[in-house]
T-cell receptor, first 114, second 116 residues
Framework: DTGVSQNPRHKITKRGQNVTFRCDPISEHNRLYWYRQTLGQGPEFLTYFQNEAQLEKSRLLSDRFSAERPKGSFSTLEIQRTEQGDSAMYLC????????????FGQGTRLTVV | AQSVTQLDSQVPVFEEAPVELRCNYSSSVSVYLFWYVQYPNQGLQLLLKYLSGSTLVESINGFEAEFNKSQTSFHLRKPSVHISDTAEYFCAVSGKLYNQGGKLIFGQGTELSVKP
């Protein structure tokens, strides 16, 4: 087991372009979470999936953001029409839906919008 | 709803000195409590967690934290720090309703800087 994997690690894009990030969770984990972390701040919850169902979305997740987990395995987070304010580290985490389990984080994708 | 306040944004300390990173939380429901550590350009690693039972929890690398329900605090301590402990530390809570330690509310972080 190689842990939670996120790709790409870094992404630089021009304002207005669309970007997509991928997260591969730990294989037996059925819950997957996306967080956003801006410089000097703690991570902020964006959304989470249980298997393929998206169970909760934060108000931070504007309509330019969409996340999918089509087969209950990997997940993608797409940002359309990127803005400079989208520049951040996007973190993915996974966990088991079981009492007393912890979330394991990937190394994140750092997005820079220029 | 929950919120987390980390009372110090930066804590400079000399090597082998003791350190305490403070964390207070607010919640209308019972919570699980966590400390995560983040090294530069890395994701978060779980340092320790309080789920139930003994209010004093320990990590494998010498950190400990004590859950104080009356003061709604979960301060992190280490009696003697090393250069390698230099990192950003995040306190986080998860409502027990979610029962999984997944959806986390984080504090703003404390940057621990250990100097030789």
């Amino acid at each position: 087991d190689t842990g939670v994997s996120q790709n790409p690690r870094h992404k630089i894009t021009k304002r207005g372009q669309n970007v997509t990030f991928r997260c591969d969770p730990i294989s037996e984990h059925n819950r997957l979470y996306w967080y956003r972390q801006t410089l000097g701040q703690g991570p902020e919850f964006l959304t989470y999936f249980q298997n393929e169902a998206q169970l909760e979305k934060s108000r931070l997740l504007s309509d330019r953001f969409s996340a999918e987990r089509p087969k209950g395995s990997f997940s993608t987070l797409e940002i359309q029409r990127t803005e400079q304010g989208d520049s951040a580290m996007y973190l993915c985490a996974s966990s088991l839906r079981r009492k007393n389990t912890e979330a394991f984080f990937g190394q994140g994708t750092r997005l820079t919008v220029v | 709803a929950q919120s987390v306040t980390q009372l110090d944004s930066q804590v400079p300390v000399f090597e082998e000195a003791p350190v305490e990173l403070r964390c207070n939380y607010s919640s209308s429901v019972s919570v699980y409590l966590f400390w995560y550590v983040q090294y530069p350009n890395q994701g978060l690693q779980l340092l320790l967690k309080y789920l139930s039972g003994s209010t004093l929890v320990e990590s494998i690398n010498g950190f400990e934290a004590e859950f104080n329900k009356s003061q709604t605090s979960f301060h992190l301590r280490k009696p003697s720090v090393h250069i390698s402990d230099t990192a950003e530390y995040f306190c986080a809570v998860s409502g027990k309703l979610y029962n999984q330690g997944g959806k986390l509310i984080f504090g703003q972080g404390t940057e621990l800087s250990v100097k030789p």
